[in-house]
């Protein structure tokens, strides 16, 4: 069993700040890819940063320049940390992480369970 547990989501006014932090545990051999996707009341799921184990990154062009994806190996986490959040910028916020449980396993995508972003004055 694989489980990402996010946190670090909540109210904030615009131009403020929040840090988010995705921690992947259980049966894991390896994590590839990880990142942080987003979705707005009736808008569909988007791509909002992505990291490789190489430690390359790739932002959606609404927040380049404000959010920094960043992440831990040894602890198997990975954070959003967001700065001069919009209004716009309100949605649920998901984990993702590409891994494998086994050195033999196919690599699949886990999701976390999302964390609310509210950016509100």
């Known amino acids: 069993q694989v489980q990402l547990v996010e946190s670090g989501g909540g109210l904030v006014q615009p131009g403020g700040s929040l840090r988010l932090s995705c921690a992947a545990s259980g049966s894991i051999f390896s994590i590839n890819a990880m990142g942080w996707y987003r979705q707005a009341p009736g808008k569909q799921r988007e791509l909002v940063a992505t990291?490789?184990?190489?430690?390359?990154?790739n932002y959606a062009d609404s927040v380049k320049g404000r959010f920094t994806i960043f992440r831990d190996n040894a602890k198997n986490t990975v954070y959003l940390q967001m700065n001069s959040l919009k209004p716009e910028d309100t949605a649920v916020y998901y984990c993702n992480a590409q891994l494998r449980t086994t050195r033999w396993s196919k690599e699949y995508d886990y999701w976390g369970q999302g964390t609310q972003v509210t950016v509100s004055s």
């Open positions: 990291i490789t184990s190489g430690d390359n990154t």
